[in-house]
């Protein structure tokens, strides 16, 4: 009779998105989860059953994807037009994903991230019951984000209740996972975890990206840019990642007739510039939904200049995600944000584009009208610039794995787990 083969070693993913969802922070939970499945884990995710940008959109209960079992839960994503539903959708979502969880057999492993931002409690109740290793990765930070953009007093009971389940994820965590050296600090100011901190950034979709040219790009064709220099925001315009300078500068610069300012993607700050279009038409100013992830080779390729903004209070508490993206597709970039932080450190320390702060219109204009007179040669070596680095420094291959050995075999003993 033969033996029974040994059963494999479960990783579990609590994430409130996940592909065919477009979002970034899913793109980036699958990436990993799919690596984890190629080392021989059995790894189930837990998402929501709902799209999170769109809640009318809805995905298959159960199915396996690049390997992994993708288990999506009701009830647990109303969309974002409150704080209220984001809040009780979250809420539930982690509830019923920890549940799930502590019936997980041969369960050695899980992965939380911010996603929904009380995704942590999930960890929290399985690692007291469960013999697990946890992984915490910060995407981003809350309380700190809902204080900083005056959605929280920072002595509410909410605010309290947070910080206290941030501790108690920070402490029972076996790895740490912070996107920036300003997000650890802030970390490690709530509970000091430098012996298995790792610091390391969102890899870009390189399976997605490639740099196209603009004369054999669809996208352009599509939306007549074939003459236009275009100024590109892409991803999720959110409360964190203002605007408005840049909007205020283009309406000064409508001379321009060959500068395009496009907008791509969703988000809350999103609606005020589909209100603006559709209140005074700017000629400039034009507006599009998410790109589907197998199209989006095209319209990131599709700006001659992508825009990144950083507000100025959520340094170390919201990363420049796209920043990465824009880089991969060799395109300089426009930093919107204040000094110090990572993405104008970047910009600024390897010469890729330009910066400027919030508030100052004046100098938004000037750098705008700069970016008109920059011969189309001069973007095209700041944008191979831009893309070195990401070979250098940001390549899936390179972070993914070191992501992954994270979860798989944490900090090593005596040794420094901070990276740069």
């Known amino acids: ?178 996107l920036d050296r300003f997000m650890a600090e802030r970390i490690n100011r709530k509970v000091n975890v430098d012996d298995k901190m790792f610091v390391m950034p969102p890899w870009p979709h390189e399976d997605h990206i490639e740099s196209v040219a603009h004369d054999e790009n669809p996208f352009r064709m599509e939306h007549q840019l ?21 909007v205020d500068a283009a309406r000064r610069v409508e001379d321009l007739q060959e500068i395009v300012f496009l907008f791509v993607g969703g988000g809350m700050g999103k609606k005020s510039i589909d209100d603006l279009i559709a209140r005074e038409s700017p000629p400039n100013i034009r507006s599009l939904p998410y790109q589907p992830i197998e199209t989006l080779r095209y319209s990131l390729s599709a700006a001659d200049v992508h825009l990144v903004s950083v507000g100025n209070d959520v340094v170390g508490i919201c990363h420049p995600c796209k920043i990465y993206g824009s880089m991969a597709v060799s395109r300089p970039i426009l930093c919107l944000g204040p000094r110090p932080s990572h993405a104008t450190e970047i910009v600024d320390g390897e010469n890729i584009g330009w910066t400027v702060e919030h508030g100052d219109v004046d100098r938004a204009e000037s750098l705008i009208r700069e970016i008109q007179r920059t011969s189309r040669e001069q973007r095209i070596e700041m944008g191979q610039r831009a ?30 787990a901070v990276n740069s």
């Open 387 to 416: 893309r070195d680095i990401v070979d250098r420094r940001f390549t899936k291959s390179k972070l993914c794995t070191a992501f992954c050995d994270a979860i798989e075999y944490g900090p090593k003993k005596g040794d420094n």
């Open 1 to 178: 009779m033969s033996t029974p083969a040994t059963p494999r070693a479960t990783l579990v993913v609590a994430s409130q998105v996940y592909p065919p969802d477009p979002t970034s922070v899913g793109q980036h939970v699958r990436d990993a989860a799919v690596e984890m499945a190629q080392r021989g884990y059995r790894v189930i995710v837990y998402t929501s059953n709902r799209g999170y940008e769109n809640p009318e959109v809805r995905f298959p209960r159960r199915e396996i994807l690049d390997g992994v079992e993708v288990r999506r839960l009701p009830l647990s994503g109303f969309g974002k037009s409150s704080i209220l539903l984001r809040i009780v959708g979250g809420l539930s979502f982690t509830l019923q994903a920890s549940f799930r969880c502590l019936f997980v057999r041969h369960l050695r492993l899980m992965l939380v991230s911010t996603s929904p931002p009380m995704c942590g409690l999930a960890a929290v109740i399985v690692r007291t019951f469960r013999k697990v290793d946890v992984t915490f990765w910060a995407m981003d930070l809350n309380p700190d984000q809902m204080v900083a953009l005056g959605k929280a007093r920072p002595d509410s009971l909410m605010v309290r209740a947070f910080d206290w389940l941030n501790r108690r994820i920070l402490k029972c965590s076996r790895s740490v996972v912070a």
């Open 226 to 246: 074939s003459d236009k220099i275009v100024i590109m925001y892409s991803g999720n315009l959110s409360l964190a990642s203002p605007v408005t300078t840049i």
